[in-house]
């Protein structure tokens, strides 16, 4: 039975070659899946730490004006004095009454800086810091008045009803808000009522 022959080979040959060729079929199927599992998965690249970028700061704009060098509009960092404003703006000037000014005030958006210039009499005239007789700083006969934008605290101070404590209200005052605009302004300066205005009303000018 061995001596029957399919093509060329011996029945046990044939069957021989039949069982190596399935079993080399089983091993290429496996492959084959195996390969085919691996290119379905996509690859998984390693986690990467983020990184959060800081908050940017917040900035507020100021307008310093009066006896700087460079008046005009600037920009800085929140929780910045108006000494900042100041150096910003290149510095004071000589003239510049800084006495009159809280450097040490936080600045606000929006705020208005004035650096008022040193008050000057004319000659022959009373200062204004000098009281007058009757304890004024200026009087009718002189016709010296004192400047709520520009007078320093001891100026302020020696003015009648105003003492140290209401003067640097005066001087906080306009470091916030600016320059006086009119004498009724004074309204807003916490301790100064309608009847104290009048009594300053032709002792002092805005």
Known sequence: MDDVTVFGLTRRQALVLGLVLLAALALAG?????????????????????????????????????????????????????????????????????????????????QQVVVPLRASSPPGAASAGSAAPGGSAASATTGVRVSLSSATAEQLDALPGIGPVTAQRIVEWRATHGPFRSVDALDEVPGIGPARIEQLRDLVTP
């Open 30 to 110: 496996t492959r084959l899946a195996r390969s085919g599992t691996a290119e379905q998965q996509p690859p998984v690249s390693p986690l990467q730490a983020v990184h959060a970028r800081p908050a940017p700061a917040a900035r507020l704009v100021v307008d310093v004006v009066g006896a700087v060098r460079r008046p005009g509009l600037y920009r800085l960092a929140e929780g910045a004095r108006v000494a900042d404003a100041v150096r910003r703006a290149g510095g004071a000037t000589r003239r510049a009454d800084l006495a009159a000014v809280n450097l040490a005030a936080p600045l606000v958006d929006g």
